[in-house]
């Protein structure tokens, strides 16, 4: 089982709609897959639940959550002492539901990260405790709210690697040195709170080791266009960005040496602006790639549909491989 976190902090980019698609692609290829959805937000759970689910969790709050993983720890009685997952049929995944009520852990989590101890490292590895019972999945992958806060902290803390959809504006490409200035000062930090615990079995995490490597970014809606052979081309003044990332991500993911191993391929892919076919998507509760005339698919969408199929289908080809590259 290898813990991916798609992550950025920056909002609105595309992260969960690349999840939860990336997710499906993945389970096409016969890997089983899990999804946290870590965002109080929950839109991984709206993307994938119909509302008879999201009634019971916002106004029932009958169902099992991450926040009922979450809970117990926060209150100081220690982890939860079994996980329930649900299966998505359409996206033939197992998910984690979201909860909006995660944000309340927000502050525990803060407050237990500045103060040195064993109950500061067992809420910070909660989620590590968490995929402990999940070694049965190929892949367990974290949808994640676009901030540096203390919930995604413990998650990045947590997972094996962390995939980085960019938008393609400047403002990406800072936000890619200032998250690897920020796991910088999290590693030390870390390795403090790790230090002052006199007997680390007290913690009751196996695994305390902190080994986030960047397994590679996709690029985000950026406006296509065809050249004369047929192929996808970025417009200029994008295209004039996007060859600036990959130096970027040389520079301040990987000389500055604050990830212990580089995958065979940073770049996994490039998703265009898929239009209607986004909402669509949304609204039949189904991945981009499987959307059929029943959903409202007409003339020129069915070569959209088949493309998309496609373009989730090579990433997650690349997924696999870069996962693969680092064993
Ligand atoms: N490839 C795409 N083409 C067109 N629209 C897209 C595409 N990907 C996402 N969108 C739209 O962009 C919006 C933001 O997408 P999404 O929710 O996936 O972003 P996010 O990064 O997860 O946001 P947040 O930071 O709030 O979690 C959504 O309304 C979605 O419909
Ligand atoms: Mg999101």
């Not at 200029?236 to 580089?262: D, F, H, L």
Request: proline share 3%; with cysteine.
């Amino acid at each position: 089982m290898k813990s991916v976190a798609v992550f950025t902090n920056k909002g609105g980019v595309g992260k969960t709609t690349l999840l939860c698609n990336l997710a499906a692609a993945l389970a096409k290829r016969n890997k089983k897959v899990l999804i946290v959805d870590a965002d109080p937000q929950a839109n991984a759970t709206q993307y994938m639940f119909d509302d008879d689910v999201l009634e019971e969790i916002y106004d029932k709050k009958s169902l099992y959550t991450i926040y009922s993983m979450a809970r117990p720890l926060s209150q100081g009685k220690g982890f939860s002492a079994t996980h329930e997952f649900r299966r998505s049929q359409a996206f033939n995944v197992d998910v984690l539901l979201g909860d909006p009520r995660l944000a309340l852990i927000e502050d525990t989590l803060a407050a237990d990260w500045n103060s040195s101890g064993v109950r500061g490292l067992r809420t910070t590895f909660l989620f590590r405790e968490m995929l402990s019972a999940c070694k049965a999945y190929d892949y367990v992958l974290f949808d994640m709210g676009p901030s540096l806060g203390s919930i995604n902290r413990s998650a990045l803390i947590s997972c094996d690697f962390f995939l980085l959809p960019l938008s393609i504006d400047i403002f990406s490409v800072r936000a890619t040195e200032n998250i690897a200035a920020w796991i910088s000062s999290w590693r030390k930090r870390l390795d403090l709170n790790i230090s002052s615990v006199a007997d680390l079995s007290d913690v009751e995490v196996d695994d305390l080791e902190f080994r986030l490597n960047l397994l590679g970014y996709v690029n985000q809606q950026y406006t296509a266009k065809r050249d004369s052979l047929g192929s996808r081309r970025p417009v200029k003044a994008y295209e004039k960005i996007m060859n600036t990332i990959p130096a970027a991500i040389e520079k301040s993911m990987v000389t500055s040496g604050k990830y212990s191993q580089r995958p065979l391929n940073f770049h996994m892919g490039t998703i265009p602006n898929l239009h209607s076919l986004v909402p669509m998507s949304q609204s039949s509760r189904k991945p981009i790639f499987e959307l059929k005339s029943s959903d409202g698919i007409v003339g020129a969408h069915f070569v959209k549909v088949a493309e998309a199929d496609d373009l989730y289908r090579e990433i997650a080809v690349r997924f696999i491989e870069n996962i693969e590259s680092f064993k």
